[in-house]
C-alpha cells in the first residue's frame, strides 16, 4: 500500500513539474522561489519568497472542469494550453469557420451577416485561408491585447507536459470579448463600454456558467442602472462574480469592486504581504497572489518580459482575481447544492490573515485545498461596502447601519464590539442584535473629537456569535453634513429645476466658469447654454450685480461650438472685456465683446478666425483623445499667454502667445537658399496676429533675423545651439519674456529676452549659472503677482529638482524633491506662492507635488503626504480626483490648499487637502456629501472674499440657486 501511494505521489510531482514554467509559479506553490522586482530604470532585484504563501493549490483537486466566463479582451484560441477547452456557442449559425462560434465578441454586431458578406467575397474565394484569417480578426474572440489570454491561463492551462499549468487545468472558458486594443475610453461605437459588459454578465448568466471573471475596474462616472441590475441577477442565479481591486495603491477601490455582490480581490507578493500597486481596505474581500506571475500569451504578440513565445510574466489585481474565480467555479461544480453565500463562507473561512501593518484586507489568502475539503463553518459577513461616507452633525455626532450577514452557521445572534477608534466615541461599547433570516443591522453612534481632523478614521471591530469571532478594521470616511438652508445663495433668474442639476439621471451643473486671461477673477462669473433654442447656440453669462445674479445673453450660428470665455483688458483702456472662444468646421473663432457685450472693435473686426486647415501648426489632442482646443485651459487657468501688438487697423491690441508643435512659419524664416533654417516641426511658441481681414497668421518670436540678434549677442558660434525652453511670467501686461538656452553640457547657460511687443526686443540678459544643472525645464503655468516662475526636471521617475524664477530680480531658489520611489513617479507639480516674497527670503514657501499614489507637500524642510485616488484598472484610461490649488480660511489667516473633487470617481464627495504643523490633512469641516439636490460647480470667490468657497448648484422648491459654502477651517 505505501508502495502504490508511493508511485501516486511520484506520478503527480512528474506531471505538474513537466510543465516547463511550474517551478517559476509561485502562486500554485511557494517553495521560496525569486521574483525579479524592477527597483529603477536600469536596476533590479531579486526577492525571495516565503515558503507557503500560495494557493495551496493541488493537482488532485483541480481535476474539476468547471465552466468559466471571462469578461476580457478574448483569447488566443490556437494556443496548445487551452486545446479543446474553449466553449462553442452551440446557437452559432457559422459552420465555414468554427472558430468565429468560440466565446462571443460583444464588440461586433451582425457576425453572421458579416462573415457570409466576407465569404462571398471575390477576395475570399481567390484567397479563401487569407480571407479566413481576416474574418478571424475582424468578428472573433482573437485576443488583439494579452489580457485576457493571461488572465484565462491563470485559470486553465492546460497540464500538457509544456508552459504553465492553470489552477483548474481541465476547465471550460467561455471568452466573451468586451475590449480591444481600439477600446481606449468608456465610449466605444458610440455606446457606454459598460453596456458591453452588461451583455456579457446576461450571456454568461443565460448560459449558466460556474462563475464570472472581470479583472477591471470603472469610475463612478460611467456605471449604469442596466450593468448594476445584471451583477444583481448574477447574484440571485448563485453565480459568482469575481473582480480585481485596482492598482492604484489606495484603500477605496472602484467599481464594481465596491459592490456587495461580487468577490473584490486585492493582490499579495512571494512574501506574504498586499503587493506595493495593489488597492486594498475593507472593500476588497479577498487576497490572492498577483506580482510576477506567468501565464499564457497570445502566440502572435510580442513577450516582452519573459522573451517567451506564447507565455508572459504580468503582475496586477487583474492577475489575483483569476486564482479567486477559479477556486470559486471548482467550489460550485463540487458543492452544487450550496448556495452563493454558503461557496463565499468557504472561500472567506479558509482563507489566511497576512501581517502586513500597512495594508488590510477583509479577508486573507486563499487556500484552495482547504476550501474544497472544508465540514461546513459558521462564517460573518460584515457588509463593509455598504458604509458610505458618513454625515456629521453640527453636533459632531454621527449615526449608521452596519448590516452583517450571517453566510453560514446556526447562531442565533451576533455582537459587536469596539477595539480600536482614534478621535471617534461611539454611544456603546458593545452591540448585540439577533438575526432575522440570516441578516442582522446594527446601528453604529457615535460623536467625534474636533471637525479640525483628517476625514478618515481607522475603526476596528470584533464580531462575536457562537462558533464565529473575527476582527475587522473599516476606514471611515467622514463628510461635514450640508445645510442649505443655512448657506446664502443666490437665485438663477429664469431656471428651473430642470435647466441646469440633473442630466440623464446624474446630478450635473451646467455651469461653466469664466476665467481670468492671467489666472482666476476677483468676481467668479459663470455661463451656460440655452437647450430650447433649435436655430441658435445660445450663451448666458452670469454675474453678480450687488446681492443678485444678472443673465446677459448672446446668439451665435447653431453650428458654433462655444469652448471658453476669458475675461481680460484686451485693449488695453483699463476695462475688463470678454473674448468667446467659438469653434465651427475646423475654424475657431475669437468673438471680443465689452462688458456689456457690444463688440468689442469696429463692425467686422471683433471676429477673428484661425483655420487649422491654413495653419502651420497643429492642435493637437485633449486629454479626452479629442481635438484639443486653440487656446486650452489648464485647472481654469490659461495655458497660454499674451503680448501687445500694434494693429494696422485695431491700433495697441493684446494678442494669444500659444505652445503648439508645428513649423516655422516661411515667413519668419530666411530667403537665403543656402541657409535655410529649421523648416521641421517642433513645439514652438506662435503668436496668433490678426490680418487686415481678421484672419489669424501665427509667427514666432524666435525668427531668422532675431536668432542673428542673439548669435551676435552672445557670441554663439551657430544658431542651432539656440534652444527655447519657456515663457517667463513678469507682472508687465503684454511684455513676453523668453527663456532660451545655449550650449551644451558644462556649457549650458541660460538667457531671456524680453519683447515688449511682437518683434520689438526690449532686452537681453544672461541668468544666473546656477541652473546649470537644469538642462531641461517643464514649466507648469502657475503663477504669480510678482512674476515668480516655478520650473521643473525630472532627474529620473522618482526625484526631481525645481528652481523657483523671478524673472525682474533675476533671483533663484532651488530644491531638490522626491517621491516615496521608483514605482511612484511623478505626476505633476502644484507651486504655491501666497506667502513667497520676491527675494526668496521667506520661511513659509510651501509646495504641493503629484505623484502615481500620493499628494505630497514640501516646505523647504520636511515632507508629507496623502493619497490621491486614481483609477487605471480599465485599459487605456487613466482616471483620478480632480485637483486644484484654492485659497481657505483659518482662525487666523489664509491658508493654501488642494480642492479634491472626486465625484467622478465615487459620485458625491468633494474634500480638501491643506497642512497643520507642517503635516497634510482633509478636514472633516471641508469633507462634504452632496446633497441630493444639489451638483457642484467648483470653487470660486466673489468680491471682498479672501479665500474660496464651495460654489454648489442646488434645487430649492422648484428654483435653481447658487449656494455657497464658505471654506473655514
Known sequence: MKYFLFLILSFHAWTQESNTFFKEQWGLQNNSQKIVKRIGELNQEKIKGVAGVDIAWDLEASKSAPLIAVIDSGIDFTHPEFKNRIWKDPSCEIKEIKEVCYGKNFLVSKVSEIVKKMLSAKTCKKNLSYCKQQILNSVSVKDDTGHGTHVSGIMAAANNDEGVLGVLPNSIIMPLKVLSKDVKAFRYNKKNVTDYFTEA???????????????????????????????????????????????????????????????????????????????????????????????????????????????????????????????????????????????????????????????????????????????????????????????????????????????????????????????????????????????????????????????????????????????????????????????????????????????????????????????????????????????????????????????????????????????????????????????????????????????????????????????????????????????????????????????????????????????????????????????????????????KDMKIQARIFNSFDIEEQLVEKFSIPSSDYLNVHSILENNKVGEINLLMSYGEGLALKYFQIRFSETFKLSEMSLISNSLLDLATFKNFGMKDDLGTNFFFQLQNKSEAKVALVNSETQSIVEYDVKSTGWSDPFFGVAPFFGFLHANFESEKLTYYFESRYWINFFNGKTYSKVAVNRESSFPGVGFSEGLEPIKVQTKSNIKDAIFVNSTLLYGDHLYLVTSKEDKLYRPIISSITLPENCAYVLPGKFKGDSAHSYFLNCVINDKTYLVKYPLNI
Not at 221 to 236: N, P, Q, S, Y
Not at 302 to 321: D, P
Not at 571 to 581: A, H, K, R, T
Not at 582 to 591: A, P, R, V
Request: hydrophobic share 40%; glycine share 6%.
Open 201 to 691: 454578465i446576461n450571456f454568461a448568466v443565460d448560459h449558466e456558467v460556474d462563475a464570472i471573471n472581470m479583472s477591471v475596474g470603472f469610475p463612478y462616472l460611467v456605471l449604469t442602472d442596466k450593468f448594476m441590475k445584471a451583477l444583481a441577477r448574477a447574484e440571485k442565479a448563485n453565480i459568482p462574480v469575481v473582480v480585481a481591486a485596482g492598482n492604484n495603491n489606495k484603500d477605496i477601490p472602484v467599481y464594481p469592486c465596491s459592490f456587495s455582490n461580487v468577490i473584490c480581490v486585492g493582490a499579495i507578493n512571494n512574501e506574504g504581504v498586499i503587493t506595493e500597486f495593489s488597492n486594498f481596505g475593507h472593500k476588497v474581500d479577498i487576497l490572492a497572489p498577483g506580482e510576477s506571475i506567468l501565464s499564457t500569451f497570445p502566440l502572435d504578440l510580442e513577450s516582452k518580459k519573459l522573451r517567451v513565445n506564447g507565455y508572459e510574466v504580468m503582475k496586477g489585481s487583474s492577475q489575483a482575481a483569476p486564482f479567486v474565480t477559479a477556486l470559486m467555479g471548482v467550489l460550485k461544480k463540487s458543492f452544487p447544492k450550496e448556495s452563493l453565500n454558503e461557496l463565499k463562507a468557504r472561500a472567506y473561512s479558509t482563507s489566511v490573515s497576512l501581517r502586513d501593518e500597512k495594508k488590510f484586507s477583509k479577508f486573507g489568502l486563499i487556500k484552495l485545498k482547504k476550501a474544497l475539503s472544508l465540514e461546513q463553518k459558521e462564517v460573518l459577513d460584515p457588509q463593509l461596502k455598504n458604509i458610505k461616507k458618513i454625515e456629521i452633525t453640527d453636533a459632531q455626532s454621527f449615526s449608521f447601519d452596519l448590516e452583517v450577514k450571517k453566510l453560514a452557521g446556526s447562531s442565533s445572534k451576533v455582537v459587536l464590539e469596539h477595539l480600536s477608534h482614534p478621535g471617534i466615541v461611539f454611544k456603546s461599547i458593545d452591540l448585540e442584535e439577533h438575526f432575522l433570516n440570516d441578516t442582522v443591522t446594527l446601528n453604529i453612534q457615535g460623536k467625534i473629537s474636533s471637525l479640525d481632523q483628517d476625514m478618515i478614521i481607522p475603526w476596528q471591530f470584533k464580531l462575536k456569535s457562537k462558533n464565529f469571532s473575527k476582527n475587522f478594521q473599516v476606514n471611515l470616511v467622514l463628510s461635514k453634513k450640508v445645510d442649505i438652508s443655512s448657506l446664502e445663495h443666490f437665485l438663477i433668474p429664469e431656471k428651473n429645476k430642470n435647466d441646469l442639476v440633473f442630466l440623464k439621471g446624474r446630478k450635473t451643473s451646467f455651469l461653466n466658469y469664466v476665467v481670468s486671461m492671467r489666472g482666476e477673477l476677483d468676481e467668479s462669473e459663470f455661463f451656460y447654454f440655452s437647450r430650447k433654442n433649435k436655430l441658435h447656440t445660445v450663451v448666458n453669462v452670469l454675474r453678480r450685480v450687488g446681492e443678485n445674479l444678472e443673465v446677459k445673453t448672446l446668439k451665435f450660428d447653431k453650428k458654433q461650438r462655444v469652448r471658453s470665455i476669458i475675461k481680460g483688458d484686451y485693449n488695453l483702456d483699463g476695462i475688463l472685456d470678454y473674448l468667446i472662444v467659438t469653434k465651427n468646421s475646423g475654424q475657431t473663432i475669437l468673438n471680443f465683446y465689452t462688458h456689456e457685450f457690444k463688440n468689442l472693435y469696429p463692425i467686422g473686426q471683433s471676429k477673428w478666425i484661425f483655420d487649422k486647415k491654413t495653419s502651420v501648426f497643429g492642435l493637437g489632442q485633449d486629454e479626452f483623445g479629442g481635438e484639443a482646443d486653440l487656446l486650452e485651459l489648464r485647472r481654469r487657468r490659461p495655458a497660454f499667454h499674451w503680448i501687445k501688438h500694434t494693429h494696422a487697423v485695431l491700433g495697441e491690441v493684446l494678442i494669444p502667445v500659444v505652445k503648439k508643435r508645428g513649423a516655422r512659419p516661411s515667413i519668419d524664416s530666411t530667403d537665403d537658399l543656402l541657409d535655410i533654417h529649421d523648416l521641421k516641426p517642433r513645439m514652438r511658441y506662435f503668436m496668433l496676429i490678426p490680418g
